[in-house]
């Protein structure tokens, strides 16, 4: 008897994916800041982890307002693709911006991208290539180190105090030809420290004189809460040539996520044409452009002037988030730990005994429903692990002293 069926043949395995990975793949990881917004879900919990604006200050209907007025009256153009470079107002806005700052540019010097994030790994992949050397604070911004590792760039740490990098410090790192320096010169990532106006002077000098370019990211520059703003890097930095182009060592980052709203995803970048040019280059790659769309809402919402009320709301609800930390961290916390006092921005980092590991000691605060990052994660050479970040603009005053007061009872015990 013929049998009916025949059996299927026997098929290849499927490709094994992991060993097809690029080597740059094995200095990349999932972001701890990142993986922490899933435990904003979960019930009781509070966090100062992420670097999240509050909630209740997002501005869901002036923003739903502006994209209807932007459909009414451009839908077509914002809906449809746009040119690499950004929407030629929103330039001309930003342009403008600066110019008020004192700062010489015009629209060709700036460049919109779809986030702060995605300028900063794009500069890397435009001006960065294996064995280069970079100047970091340490610690520095998580996300930029997660950027730039795969290239395999050698880090080299700064350090820093209240008042930010230590110029004489730069003098040795210099020494060792670096090709950048990353900073974030106001309300730093993670520590809040400021670089005073005598410093920023000294670092633009000394990085002009040695040759060494400066990436300046400033996402919270706008959220100040005492004390006399201070000047970009950028614009002490920038000379106009004969033809009135802009000659920078420095390349300056921004973004309107803190101000904003982060969901829209537009920064941008200040600098000089020759280099704007390599990086549309690599954004088209990347992205083709940013959402036409988001940077015309932008637009419609910096034209009416919302920013003018909006962000002295977040600076008065901020400074009193700042406060009430500050004041429950000396109620609650033990006197061996220390911590910094930021003038701005959204975070602070607190230092514990040096025998103890904050990394251990997050494991009790998030069974206790408290989350924080381990300062480990923003250090280089292997230093900071008695450290840890604290965010304070996403979570209300009564959260702020209720997570507090549990940080402070795990720490008594510890």
Known sequence: MKTLFKPAPTSPPPVDWESRFALRTAQMKRSTVREFVKFTSRPGMISFAGGLPAPEFLPVDALQQAAARVLEKRGKQALQYGESEGVAELRDWLADHHRRRGLRITQANVLIFSGAQQALDLLGRVLLQRGDKVIVENPTYLA??????????????????SQGILPGALVPLLRQKPKLLYTIPTFQNPTGATLSHSRRADVVELLRKHRVGIVEDEPYHQLRYEGPALPHLVELDAHSTASGSLDTNTIH???FSKVLAPGLRIGWVIGPEALLDKLIQAKQSADLQTSTFNQLIALEMLNSGFLDTQIPRL????????????????KFL????????????????????PHLDSARLLEKALAANVAFVSGAEFHLNDCGGNTFRLNFSNATPQNILEGIRRLGAILTDA
């Open 315 to 330: 600076c008065a609800a901020y400074r009193e988030r700042r406060d009430t930390m500050l004041a429950a961290l000396s």
């Open 253 to 255: 980052v921004g973004t």
């Open 144 to 161: 930029l180190l997660s950027a730039w590792r795969p290239l395999g760039v050698e880090f080299l740490a700064a350090p820093m105090d």
């Open 334 to 353: 033990p006197r061996t730990v220390s911590w910094t006092r930021p003038d701005g921005g959204m975070f602070l980092m607190a230092t514990l005994p």
